[in-house]
């Protein structure tokens, strides 16, 4: 692993203000993430495991502290500035797959590939997560797994450096969701690019070169897996 972070997070901390009632999502989080790493982000729901990433991914923005990456303040960037960075930088995939119905995988992928500077081919995408078979099935002809898997492969089609995956396996079952899983790990070892998984999963953690623990907007503990398990051997 590099030594190089892409990510640098100092002191961060989110209050959301509901009417008179403050709720601190993050609270002085202190974390870098580095080149090509392998993450999992594990809690429980309301630990702030999706406000962090959302941060990174300059969908969301700090009370205090700061995100830099790669150098550059996200936390001091412009909306002009964070739209660039999340359309060049970032790939994000979700719980659930937000593809277009009336397109078919090729073109869903064909959707971001058309706006990146440095874009893969739509087929070579779809290819890396095993759907090279499928280009022209409408997500109504796939199964669940395979619809988010065309959502990770619209992810890595601008070619990120940085994928952002906020629950990828929380709407699948074991056996769907471990194929997603090797789609991922695929992606980290063969593109090199660095990945962050939320998960409240804690079986999903073996799969990562580190587990980053978060409870009440707080990093209880980071922990490094001297070996990794492929997905194939996790099961819940």
């Not at 202190?30 to 406000?51: M, Q, W």
């Not at 964070?82 to 979700?94: E, M, N, P, S």
């Not at 064909?110 to 087929?123: D, F, L, Y």
């Amino acid at each position: 692993m590099a030594n190089e972070a892409v990510f640098s997070i100092k002191g961060l901390t989110k209050v959301y203000r509901m009417g008179e009632v403050s709720v601190h999502a993050l609270r002085g989080v202190d974390l870098d993430l580095y080149d090509g790493e392998l993450v999992v982000f594990l809690g429980p729901s309301g630990s702030g495991k999706s406000t962090l990433l959302n941060i990174m991914g300059g969908l969301d923005t700090a009370t205090e502290g700061h995100v830099s990456y790669r150098g550059k303040d996200l936390t001091r960037a412009g909306e002009a500035e964070l739209t660039g960075y999340r359309r060049f930088h970032v790939g994000f995939v979700f719980q659930f797959y937000n593809l277009i119905p009336s397109l078919t995988a090729k073109e869903n992928v064909a959707v971001v590939t058309e706006i990146a500077s440095k874009p893969m081919r739509p087929e070579d995408a779809l290819s890396i997560v095993g759907l090279g078979g499928r280009l022209d099935h409408f997500p109504a002809q796939l199964s669940g797994g395979e619809q988010q898997r065309v959502a990770i492969a619209r992810a890595i089609s601008k070619n990120p450096d940085v994928l952002l995956c906020d629950e990828p396996t929380g709407a699948l079952d074991s056996e769907t969701g471990i194929v997603v899983l090797e789609a991922l790990e695929r992606i980290n070892r063969e593109l090199h690019t660095t990945t962050a998984i939320i998960t409240h999963n804690s079986d999903i953690a073996a799969m990562a070169d580190r587990v980053v623990h978060l409870s009440n907007g707080q990093i209880t503990e980071v922990a490094t897996n001297s070996v990794k398990k492929p997905p194939r051997e996790i099961h819940w």
